[in-house]
């Protein structure tokens, strides 16, 4: 897994968990990276429109093409979310889990249908080691 070309390739980001409390990092590090020139998609079924862009319910109703899968859930919804990205056509090039999220089987499925894993690790501290 190559975490430089999987942040320098990619351009549509859906965040299944977006916040919006600008307090939350499920708010945040969205914010920074669409600040950083990433298209984000949030996923959160309770909201209409987060960072001044559409959310949708699920993956499944996002039109168009997604890069990166980022789960702002806990590990429990891990699963569930990447059985839900690897239906998606065309797949997503990878899924990402922040900090303390962790799912080792959901990352074996994900790896089974060709999508990169990126596991426990924050999106945002990654992409700031590339534009240091």
């Known amino acids: 897994m190559d975490i430089e070309k999987i942040l320098k390739t990619a351009r549509t980001i859906a965040v299944v968990g977006c916040s919006r409390d600008p307090a939350k990092d499920a708010h945040c590090i969205p914010a920074y990276l669409q600040g950083h020139g990433y298209?984000?998609?949030?996923?959160?079924?309770?909201?209409?429109v987060i960072l001044g862009e559409r959310c949708y319910?699920?993956?499944?109703d996002i039109p168009g093409a997604i890069d990166?899968?980022?789960?702002?859930?806990?590990?429990s919804e891990v699963m569930g979310i990447v059985r839900e990205a690897v239906a998606l056509q065309p797949k997503p090039k990878a899924i990402w889990t922040q900090l303390g999220i962790r799912d080792d089987a959901?990352?074996?499925?994900?790896?089974a249908h060709g999508i990169a894993f990126v596991q426990d690790r924050c999106i945002m501290a990654e992409h700031q080691k590339l534009v240091r």
């Open 39 to 48: 298209r984000i998609i949030p996923v959160n079924p309770g909201a209409m």
């Open 57 to 60: 319910p699920s993956l499944k």
């Open 68 to 75: 990166i899968v980022d789960i702002f859930r806990p590990g």
């Open 106 to 111: 959901a990352k074996q499925l994900a790896e």
